[in-house]
């Protein structure tokens, strides 16, 4: 049977064979470049947000949320590139409950193959009196002016009282009705501030699903803040209680505490398909690349312990777990490592790899570059990585390209760099920058090389930025590996990260500290 609360081209469903029934759909709508980037510290820029959403696309996302077209003219035009770019995941714009909103994310969307609008506005008490200072039929009837107005734009407009989990019941279920009449195709319930339980947050979908009198026309969403530690179970409970769409975030990423992790979402549904009515069309082996690309872009490490996506996630410690997992994987797995992208680290290309095998492998990863130029800088790249670094992998190649795309548009670049430590000596570093072609040097001490590097820097552009994150990953494994550096600078409110890979991480630190000074420069200039 399928599900009377599907809507026109959303409509299918998956067949379990299993169970002889029919499976229904469980959509996925990814905030990451909307409630992920109010993470304080988490902004991206365009072209960060577009290789995210590339990579929700090969995932198979359903719905990206790509911004707050009406927050910033930067927003506006990330999500009117990420409309342009992506064609296979319908691309989905916020909009306050105002006319001038709703224009902006209309008109940011107008390139999309498939576009959303999401309209809010709150109905809780304590938001309607002392943020909106307004009366609850105000409230009422401008949120549906608001579906009504965003319906010239689309038909596939979602609508969310905000801060829904503290709202009074009959009156959310006066606005529900309302919106839905208005024209609204999702109506998303959102614990906004992390504050309700499991059980009572699907009993709140339960009852609302039973009180609105047509809520049959629409399809239910939840949006859950995991200010207790909750979002995800939350989030569970409403899809049990008939909600059959999850606001999520890759890693969890969102205001304060985060939003409901994507991926713990995907994969207890997946896991626990006796226990669900529905499913998922995620491809999940693109899971852990994703997570990856998220914490590198945004700076924001991924704890070790972290489900599905940390690194120890599948490493088993105790003896007595080694034995059982070496006898049957199942005795300590529920899942499988590889499922969810896990070793997708492949060897990819090595010292010997022409162009036409670089070209290939970036199209099966779904890197596009947007020149042939682009292609023979990063090729060129490509080889002197190679004539450091035995064997290639994917990670690399996202790292590459990922270098090549910041430095092309860099007002600052690294031209050289010569860095010394050596036991029972002061650290000391030599850079050569070229601020729009022209090139400047300085020379520091420091407590240790990376700092030596980063003084000599300051000693030539005097940014004065305050440095508020500095963290190093490997990309792969190896002592070869490629390090990549996150930088976080700060400077007059304004917030900055900046990335570098290399196999030298001195190198890597000072193409990171240089992206996240041409991050913030762009940034003040606006
Ligand atoms: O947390 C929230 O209430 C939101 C809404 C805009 C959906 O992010
Ligand atoms: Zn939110």
Known sequence: MLCKFCISTQIFSIYDGDRERMKEHLIVFDTTLRDGEQSPGASMTQEEKIRIARHLERMKVDIIEAGFPAASNGDFEAVKAVAKNIKESTICGLARATKNDIDRAGEA????????????????????????????????????????????????????????????????????????????????????????????????????????????????????????????????????????????????LGERAGNASLEEIVMAVRTRQDLFLCDTTIDATHIVPT?????????????????????????????????????????????????????????????????????????????????????????????????KKHDIFDEDLHALVSNEATNLQEHYKLVSLTAHSETGKTPYAKVVISEMGKELQAESNGSGPVDATFRAIEKILSSDAELQLYSVNNITSGTDSQGEVTVRLQKSGRIANGNGSDTDIVTASAKAYLSALNNLHSKLQK
């Open 291 to 387: 997570s990856k690309l998220v914490s590198s872009i945004t700076g924001f490490p991924v704890q070790p312990n972290k489900a599905i996506v940390g690194a120890n996630a599948f490493a088993h410690e105790a003896g007595i777990h080694q034995d059982g997992v070496l006898k049957h994987r199942e005795t300590y797995e529920i899942m499988r490592a590889e499922d969810v992208g896990w070793g997708a680290n492949k060897l990819s290309l090595g010292k010997h790899s022409g162009r036409n095998a670089l070209r290939s492998r970036l199209t099966e990863l779904g890197i596009e570059l947007e020149s042939e130029k682009i292609f023979n800088t990063t090729f060129i790249r490509f080889k002197e990585l190679a004539d």
């Open 109 to 252: 969307l107008r390139g999309a193959n498939s576009a959303r609008i999401h309209t809010f506005i709150a109905t809780s008490p304590v938001h309607m009196e002392k943020k909106l200072r307004m009366s609850p039929d105000q409230v009422f009837e401008q949120a549906v002016k608001a579906v009504k107005w965003a319906r010239q734009y689309t038909d596939n407009v979602e609508f969310s009282p905000e801060d829904a989990g503290r709202s009074n019941l009959d009156f959310l279920c006066r606005v529900l009705e309302g919106v839905i009449e208005a024209g609204a195709k999702t109506l998303n319930i959102p614990d906004t501030v992390g504050f309700t339980m499991p059980e009572q947050f699907g009993q709140l979908i339960h009852t609302i699903r039973k009180q609105v009198p047509n809520s049959d026309k629409a399809i239910f969403s939840v949006h859950c803040h995991n200010d207790l530690g909750l979002a995800v179970a939350n989030s569970l409970a409403a899809v049990i209680n008939g909600a059959r769409q999850v606001e999520c975030t890759i890693n969890g």
